[in-house]
């Protein structure tokens, strides 16, 4: 598929807002699920948000529901998630994946990582 690279990590005050972004440099994303995930120090990989390959289903770890928006454009090969309200412990090394399938739910049906991307929230 190619490379998929993270970017708009950062350091924000709890309550602020980061959008990152994941492009793919490679063939087109349109037939891939894709999904963020993250880990923090001493802990294992999680889903933080996932979007079906064709747009039509969404699903949030219920930590991030109402607060974070994950959105995919084919035209532009990018997949966004905009992080709203964010709290300490949102803190983590951000990835973006994809696999070929509807949608990916587990790190174990990834066929592609991008290489993270830190976001940091101070309280």
């Known amino acids: 598929q190619g490379d998929l690279v993270e970017s708009g990590g950062g350091l924000v005050q709890a309550g602020g807002s980061l959008r990152l972004s994941c492009a793919n440099s490679?063939?087109?994303?349109?037939?891939?699920?894709v999904a963020w995930f993250r880990q923090a120090p001493g802990q294992e990989r999680e889903l933080v948000a996932t979007?079906?390959?064709?747009?039509?289903?969404?699903h949030y770890t219920n930590s991030v529901k109402g607060r974070f928006t994950i959105s995919r454009d084919n035209a532009k090969n990018t997949v966004d998630l905009q992080m709203d309200n964010l709290k300490p412990e949102d803190t983590a090394v951000y990835y973006c994946?994809?696999?070929?399938?509807?949608?990916?739910?587990?790190?174990?049906?990834?066929?592609?990582w991008g290489q993270g991307t830190q976001v940091t929230v101070s309280s």
């Open positions: 490679g063939r087109p994303i349109r037939p891939y699920a």
């Open positions: 994946a994809s696999a070929s399938t509807t949608i990916l739910l587990k790190s174990e049906s990834v066929d592609y």
């Open positions: 979007i079906s390959y064709n747009n039509q289903i969404t």
